[in-house]
């Protein structure tokens, strides 16, 4: 039932917050995390005063 919960709280949070993702305020880069060894892509935001 949880499982069905967070699904459901996921489809509306990208259903109301899909518009922010489009604005190409961040591009995506690939940095080594040192814990596992392995990369990973994270979100290198551009304008970064106006995501805090």
């Known amino acids: ?5 967070a699904y459901m709280c996921n489809e ?6 899909e518009d922010e993702e489009d604005e190409e305020a961040f ?3 690939e940095l080594v995390d040192f814990a596992t060894g392995e990369t990973r892509r994270y979100k290198k ?5 106006n995501k805090i």
Not at 1 to 5: F, S, T
Not at 45 to 49: P, Q, W
């Open 12 to 17: 509306r949070n990208k259903a109301l917050y």
């Open 1 to 5: 039932m949880l499982q069905e919960y």
């Open 27 to 29: 591009e995506r880069v």
């Open 45 to 49: 935001y551009i304008d970064a005063k």
